[in-house]
């Protein structure tokens, strides 16, 4: 990729937040409970915002899901939840 490109794909870029927000309306509004949407809204904003929300999406590599995948040992199932969201999240923003 040329480099000039590849700076005006990161600038046009969204952020990991408003990936979150287009995830939420176009999937999860129309596939999940309340009750999962909720405890998804509830995991960014304790968890996946204060980490990686200030992000681009594309520029969320694999050492920051490490990262952060590391900062929440202590509580495994929150942990376990975080990464299979940010799993979907990321697969549905490749479609």
């Given amino acids: 990729m040329d480099p000039a490109e590849d700076i005006a794909a ?6 990991f937040e ?4 287009t995830f939420i309306k176009e999937h ?3 596939r999940c409970k ?3 949407l909720a405890a998804y809204e509830w995991l960014l ?3 996946i915002n204060p980490a990686l929300g200030h992000k681009k999406t594309i520029e969320i590599s694999q ?22 969201l940010l799993r979907t999240i990321f697969n549905k923003a490749e479609d």
């Fill in 18 to 21: 408003k990936t979150f927000e």
């Fill in 28 to 30: 999860a509004q129309k």
């Fill in 34 to 36: 309340p009750s999962s």
């Fill in 63 to 84: 050492a920051d899901i490490e990262t952060f995948h590391s900062s929440l040992s202590e509580t495994k199932y929150n942990t376990n939840r975080c990464l299979g």
């Fill in 10 to 15: 990161k600038l046009g870029a969204p952020s």
């Fill in 45 to 47: 904003k304790k968890s």
